[in-house]
């Protein structure tokens, strides 16, 4: 069985789907591994240390024999449409793969009667957390989050007691407990700030507090979602919420933004009245920028002033901190290849829970209901 890695093809995107550190790993499964050229450059993982490993590293110029060949394709981002064709019936592609949005790599795969597993649809079940890709890169996002917010701030985060005077510490407050919201919590304490944070999820409150930042209480109703994630809220909530949050943001230096909702547009916490509310110098780092952002005024990748606060849009974070990014999903690809490859065969089995809900095609057949309505809408 051939495992392959392709070069990543986004703008922007540094990570690569396998490391040379677990190469072995995916040899122990039965797997041999195929690396384009040049694929773990902006990783850091250069071709000597995959051929080391124990890797295959091909030329860019051999990929299309190298797709036809493969049995399993493991990328971060969604292959194309003429890479994702070019596959050989049977063969499985997996990568971060939102099943509405990502509709030229879905009918690709179609095409190829190939299958198709998303880690964005990876259950949050016991079983599957070594498998949980948007968990471990959130993990990156939150702790890098903080670090561009100390970096902007123009204010020390932590407490200094000098002979020229006491310096307070930085005030941060995260909006959205969840990973990135409790690792960019944790980054922000351990710099010195004074951190308090605020979750729509009642549950979120110990995990808050255990970190050691103040959680917010205000007079509205919990928001539980499936999966641990938080339910879509009404106008009149989201509009309440938003005037009870804004004296904590006025007074706040920094406020970091990390709330989702799976497969929707991210939930508009923070007007740009509330920004221009801050004091002069604050920094607003609104990680959910990509998916219609937490901030009023928001644009991924790009930094912006409102007023004399800095607003920053998170644009594939995960990408910033390449070399243990990469380390973390190469990781969950092989946690989830383990389901896949047995016996020196690529069995895909619908009957388990985590294939079954993670399989937006299956030998061709577009499976996940999101994908099917985007697709006949498109018709």
Not at 341 to 356: L, P, R, T
């Amino acid at each position: 069985m051939r495992l392959l890695v392709p070069r990543e093809t986004r703008p922007g995107e540094r990570r690569v789907a396998v490391v040379p550190s677990v190469v072995g790993k995916f040899t122990q499964l039965g797997l041999e591994v195929v690396v384009e050229s040049g694929a773990g450059d902006l990783a850091f993982a250069a071709d000597a240390d995959y051929t080391a490993a124990g890797a295959l590293v091909v030329p860019t110029s051999g990929m299309d024999d190298a797709f036809a060949a493969a049995d399993v394709v493991a990328s971060v981002r969604p292959l194309d449409y003429g890479r994702a064709k070019r596959l050989k019936k049977g063969a499985v592609a997996v990568s971060f793969l939102s099943p509405a949005i990502d509709l030229d790599t879905v009918r690709g795969l179609h095409d190829a009667g190939a299958t198709g597993l998303s880690f964005d649809l990876v259950p949050r079940i016991s079983r599957a957390q070594s498998m949980d890709a948007l968990t471990s890169q959130a993990l990156v996002s939150g702790y890098r989050a903080a670090l561009v917010a100390a970096d902007r701030l123009p204010k020390f985060f932590p407490l200094f007691m000098t002979a020229a005077g006491t310096i307070q510490p930085a005030r941060v407050l995260v909006l959205g407990a969840g990973v990135a919201g409790l690792q960019a919590i944790a980054t922000a304490k351990r710099l010195g700030a004074r951190v308090s944070a605020y979750d729509v999820r009642a549950a979120s409150a110990d995990e808050v507090r255990s970190m050691g930042a103040t959680f917010i209480q205000l007079d509205l109703d919990a928001l539980e979602g499936a999966g641990g994630y938080a339910r879509e809220m009404s106008e009149d909530r989201a509009q309440r919420q938003r005037d009870l949050l804004a004296p904590h943001i006025a007074e706040s230096d920094v406020v970091i933004t990390t709330a989702a909702v799976p497969g929707r547009q991210a939930p508009m916490l923070v007007t740009r009245a509330m920004v221009e509310g801050m004091k002069p110098g604050s920094v607003v780092a609104d990680l959910a920028a990509e998916t219609g952002g937490n901030v009023e005024g928001s644009r991924p990748g790009e930094e912006v002033m409102i007023g004399e606060v800095i607003l920053w849009g998170g644009r594939d974070v995960p990408s910033e901190m390449p070399v243990h990014a990469s380390q973390l999903y190469a990781m969950n690809v092989y946690s989830l290849l383990t389901l896949v490859a047995k016996d020196g065969q690529v069995v895909v089995d619908a009957s388990d829970e985590i294939i079954d809900g993670c399989a937006v095609v299956l030998d061709g057949d577009v499976r996940n209901e999101a994908a099917q309505a985007a697709l006949q809408g498109g018709s």
